[in-house]
């Protein structure tokens, strides 16, 4: 019985063996397989994969934009509050929906170590008003027809590099830039007709550019922002080109690059480059969010290097130790306005008057009746208290030496969001004390224009839910101011003891 039974177990035994035998090859072959196929463990395409499905960004409906002359508009303190505690997201197809996301260019590796981030996708969005657009590898420009074309591209992309991206109407006079990937075939890219080892910078000076306020909140700053890494290794190539603008502008530029600004529109090379940069970074209204910004740069550096480029010799409102030096009697500027351009001090010489009796050394400059920047820029950063009523001619503010005071008189019409969005809130980045007047009935000459129980008087927010052309014609337009000397002194005491100038030595 035994040997029988032990007999027929062997067959069983043998089987077994062998059918684990093939489960154990059948492993060790899928292995090798997973090993050779599968995406885990290949970053380059994990990453691919990841960028290709970006999260999709919410966009907010155009705002209605002012005309180019207001130094403001009704899209300032919308963008103001959108744009805090933003992060920077891949650009949403909404926005250029002609245009697929393309996959990152870290599939491919940079031909050179530049300073082009190239974690990120090749177009995305660095705030509510801003794209950016940076790609590396063989760059070929060609300015005519606004397009680059980038070997380590797959797809195409577009954008308008201007920073005011939701606003229709400043979009309107600001070109579309595309980059592309090389043309397929051999010899169809465009043959490079000019080589530079520095980054290719492409910015619009359309939009509303012009105006001081814009000049700086839209163009220059943000270009700052980007460029301030590169570290003078970057060529601006300037669409939209005005001559004027840029030789009012050019020391700035100077001082952010080492090479020769352009006007990329209407240029005839095939300008190649090892990466480029198309439309600047925006962070906020003439400021910089050192949080954001590489290298924790600030508005701060911002006008340091505007004292460079214009030769201003005051960084702070310190008074000289001579105690003969007329610099130790504080100097007052008020910011002038043409009475038909609305906002203007209708009692100037009074106000002049008043203030050099409180020991103020003063001047009346009107920015706009001056095309040197550099001569009106050395004018401000000699004061150490300025003065004017709401508008562009207050950016001078940038020039003001840290510690001097800006004095904002705010317009008749509860203006007092548009004024702190502006001028209230730069002013703390650039170590400027603020102080301001408001402008009230009996100060303002809506008063001699409209009846005395009319909305533009008794309800200003009826008008202002009229929208901002509206707001603008009224109140802005309209409106020139009488300031009382009293109350304005008040003002300029306090003034006066903010500055170095009203210590005790």
Known sequence: MKSRSSARGEPRRFGNVALLALM?????????IRARFSPIGNTAVAETIKVEDPKPVVVSKPAVAA????G????????VEEDKDEEAQPKDEEVQPKTEHAVDATVRPAKAAV??????PVCYETSRRSDTCEAAGDVRLVGRTQTIYVDTLEREWKTRPYCRKHDTYALSHVKEWSLKPFPSGDGAAPKCTSNSSATAFVISTGGFTGNPFHDYTDVLIPAFITAHRFAGEVQFLVS???SWWMSRYIQIFQQMSRYEVVDIDADDEVRCYPSAVVGPTFHKELGVDPSKAPSGVSVADFRKMLRSAFGLERATATPSGDRWDIRRRPRLLIISRRTSRGRAFMNERAMADMAGSLGFDVRIGDPDTTSDTSKFARLVNSCDVMVGVHGAGLTNMVFLPAGAVLVQVVPYGRLEWLARNT???PSAGMEVHYLEYVVQLDETTLSEQYPSDHLVLKDPMAIHKQGWDALKTTYLDKQNV???????KKTFLQALKMLPHGRDD
């Open 24 to 32: 154990l090859c059948s492993l060790v072959a899928l292995s090798l």
């Open 67 to 70: 005309e180019a002359g207001d």
């Open 72 to 79: 403001t508009d009704e899209a300032t303190a919308v963008a």
């Open 115 to 120: 300073a082009v981030d190239a974690s990120k």
């Open 240 to 242: 939209s080109y005005k």
């Open 423 to 425: 001028f209230a809130e």
């Open 482 to 488: 009488r300031p009382h000397l009293g109350r304005l």
